[in-house]
């Protein structure tokens, strides 16, 4: 039996999800996109999360002492498709607030799909800083 290839707007979907739940800073809808096998390399952090439990871990650290997202906006979407998965690669204009005050950033991020029970799920998460155009 072959492995189904997800639509584009299925992907779509999927990461649009996990994007306005990270707006919301909705912990619960954040991290039900992701399998509990996921895992995130983010350049803020020093090593690779290796599970959703450890990501969640550092998001409720987080919380704790008072970040939350105040906006999250993604631009230039694209889709690759393939039996069984998908890549979703974006840029994200973020805002969040912080106990030092308010931060913005613009990064790239993937974000790789997998098929599962009938619907899409993360298994990994990549985030880069968003060179400046102006400096290139």
Known sequence: MSATVPSEQDVLDAASAIVDAFARTDTDAYFGGFAPEATFVFHTESARLNSRAEYERLWAGW??????????????????????GAVFTHAVATSVETPDGPESYRERETIVFTTQDGGLVAVHEHLSPLPDAASR
């Open 63 to 84: 919380l704790a002492e008072g970040w939350r997202v105040s906006s999250c906006r993604s631009t230039d979407q694209h889709v690759q498709s393939f039996p069984g």
